[in-house]
């Protein structure tokens, strides 16, 4: 049922530009391939799309639910490229058939530039293929270093895209052919309404009156840099499923009021807990942080643990990315593992080994579960050999893998068990943005 619903929603998702083509084709559908009448349909899916990454960007717990969050980024990063190469055909091909100055073509015309620039940014500095680039990678800190420009400053100018979004819905209104129609207007009108409203509320509404407070309880240092924020007691159950992860806001000058992504580390039953790399400026200073400080929390987002899967599970982390584990660990130490559940994690020195009492307590406790460490300083790492050694007991196409850590690992374990046969469907990964 999920599958077919997941089918339905993308696929609506795709479909929707051809309900206001209907509006504006029907009765003339032999004009449908006029290089003008191209231009309007290259426009409309153009407008359609645009409007709705707005929509997606609101987080909408259901789309997160249905698909998992950091697949619908990407739906969300294909729709934006899909819209501004539909933006771009339709310019060349009302400029080309149907020259004109008219007042209406200047929103578009800024809308569009706004929306290529947002889209620019945020490809090259916040996700995308320039995060990759060792070009991108100095430029971004010179940002950061010479100009205090960050991660922070580049989301708030991705919010320009609402800009762009009201711009591009002016031009389509008041073009000569949706006013030809009343209900044109009204269908253009009622998504753009709908889409800056979603967007509005995400970013305005429900930041200053719906987010839950947390307190902070303590901050412990469980390595030289790894923190663990262990928060009070809330009325309310903060996390559906172990794994998920939320926005937190932290009200302290110790730190800013940035909103920042991280993994819940507790099981759905306990007080939240984060574990927290100090890997940046922002994280470096959380270590000053004292109990009793205010958090705003915005989630819980994501569906890393797939439910009522059968087989064997193989549970990858790599440093901190062993937070979704603990999570789900906590949650199982009194109920056992139904499947074998073999877990790796991999390490860069001994010093960032921590819980490992609890590890073995729960190896000793549940024969169904066991677990490897790799640490690279000493020489030990994973590689596919390894996983063509667990493969070769437990079949892939019976095999269940999650995966927290690193990019770089996880290309490296996304390629490994490719190789060795198992489904795309069957490994699971999260990757939370935005």
């Known amino acids: 049922m999920t599958e077919f619903l997941r089918f339905i929603v993308l696929g609506g998702a795709l479909a929707c530009p051809f309900i206001p083509l209907y509006f504006y084709f029907t009765g003339n559908w032999y004009a449908f391939f006029h290089p003008y009448s191209l231009g309007a349909v290259f426009g409309l899916f153009s407008y359609v799309y645009f409007l709705n990454t707005l929509i997606i960007a609101g987080r909408i717990k259901f789309f997160d639910r249905l698909f998992g969050h950091d697949r619908v980024m ?44 947002v889209a620019a940014i945020t490809m090259l500095f916040m ?120 926005f937190f806001r932290i009200l302290s000058p110790v730190c800013g009021r940035e909103e920042h992504p991280f993994t819940v580390a507790s099981s759905p039953d ?66 056992g593992f139904p499947h074998p559940f073999i877990f790796i994690w991999c390490v860069k020195r001994q010093e960032d080994l921590f819980c490992l009492d609890f590890l073995g307590e729960l190896k000793k406790k549940f024969p169904n579960f066991s677990f490897t460490l790799f640490i690279s300083e000493q020489g030990n790492r994973l590689n596919y050999t390894f996983l063509q050694q667990f493969f070769t007991k437990y079949p892939p196409l019976k095999t269940t893998v999650y995966f927290c850590g690193p990019q770089t690992l996880r290309q490296s374990v996304s390629a490994w068990i490719k190789t060795a046969g198992l489904p795309k469907k069957s490994f699971y990964y999260e990757k939370f943005s935005l």
Not at 86 to 110: C, D, M, N, R
Not at 159 to 179: D, G, P
Not at 188 to 206: R, T, V
């Open 74 to 117: 990407v739906f969300h990063s294909y729709l934006a490229m899909t819209a501004m190469f539909s933006a771009l055909v339709h310019l060349l091909l009302k400029q080309f058939y149907f020259q004109t100055e008219a007042i209406s073509v200047l929103p578009g015309i800024w809308g569009l530039l706004i929306f290529f620039t």
């Open 127 to 246: 996700s995308g293929p320039g995060q990759n680039l060792r070009f991108f990678s100095a430029l971004r800190s010179f940002a950061a270093d010479r100009l205090k420009i960050d991660y922070n400053h580049f989301k708030l100018f991705h919010n320009l895209v609402s800009a762009a979004a009201v711009l591009i819905a002016l031009h389509a209104l008041a073009a000569s052919s949706t006013r030809e129609k009343n209900s044109r207007t009204l269908i253009l009108g009622i998504w753009a309404i709908a889409a800056l409203s979603i967007y509005l509320y995400h970013k305005l509404f429900k930041p200053a009156f719906l987010l839950k407070k947390l307190v902070i309880q303590s901050v412990t240092m469980l390595t030289d840099d790894l923190l663990q924020i262990r928060f009070e007691k809330s009325r309310d159950r903060l996390i559906d499923r172990s794994g998920q992860f939320g």
């Open 270 to 335: 306990e007080p939240v807990s984060l574990l927290i790399k100090k890997n940046g400026d922002y994280t470096g200073k959380l270590h000053g942080l004292q109990p009793g400080t205010e958090v705003l929390f915005d989630g819980p987002y994501g569906r890393f643990f797939a439910e009522k899967k059968s087989g064997c599970c193989l549970g990858i982390a790599g440093g901190a990315g062993i937070s979704p584990f603990i999570s789900f660990f906590s949650e199982r130490k009194n109920t």
